[in-house]
Nanobody, 122 residues
Framework: EVQLVESGGGSVQAGGSLRLSCTVS????????MGWYRQAPGKRCELLAT???????YYPDSMKGRFTISQDHAKNTVYLQMHSLKPEDTANYYC????????????????WGQGTQVTVSS
């Protein structure tokens, strides 16, 4: 069974930093994309960053600068380092394997974790 478990969320003041972790089990493939997404109440699921097995990263233009995705193959873990957090970053953060957003909600296609909540106060 494929499992993705996110951790590292919590409450932080604006300007602070958090590092999210996503540990994967039960999945092995040569060419996949791991991604971080987020969804705030009433908003569409938003792609934050992806990384493939070779370490090639992708960030949407709107996400460049404050977030960094990385991975540790030995630990089967993908990280999202977030800096200079803002109240508008408040959301539930998800990791996914080959994730696709179709309906606007996180979890449409691919393998997804349950999410970890990040709350940024002003």
């Amino acid at each position: 069974e494929v499992q993705l478990v996110e951790s590292g969320g919590g409450s932080v003041q604006a300007g602070g930093s958090l590092r999210l972790s996503c540990t994967v089990s039960g999945f092995a493939a040569d060419d996949v994309h791991m991604g971080w997404y987020r969804q705030a109440p009433g908003k569409r699921c938003e792609l934050l960053a992806t990384i493939n097995n070779a370490g090639v990263t992708y960030y949407p233009d709107s996400m460049k600068g404050r977030f960094t995705i990385s991975q540790d193959h030995a630990k089967n873990t993908v990280y999202l380092q977030m800096h200079s957090l803002k109240p508008e970053d408040t959301a539930n953060y998800y990791c996914a394997i080959d994730g696709r957003v179709i309906s606007g909600s996180c979890g449409d296609l691919g393998y997804w974790g349950q999410g970890t909540q990040v709350t940024v106060s002003s």
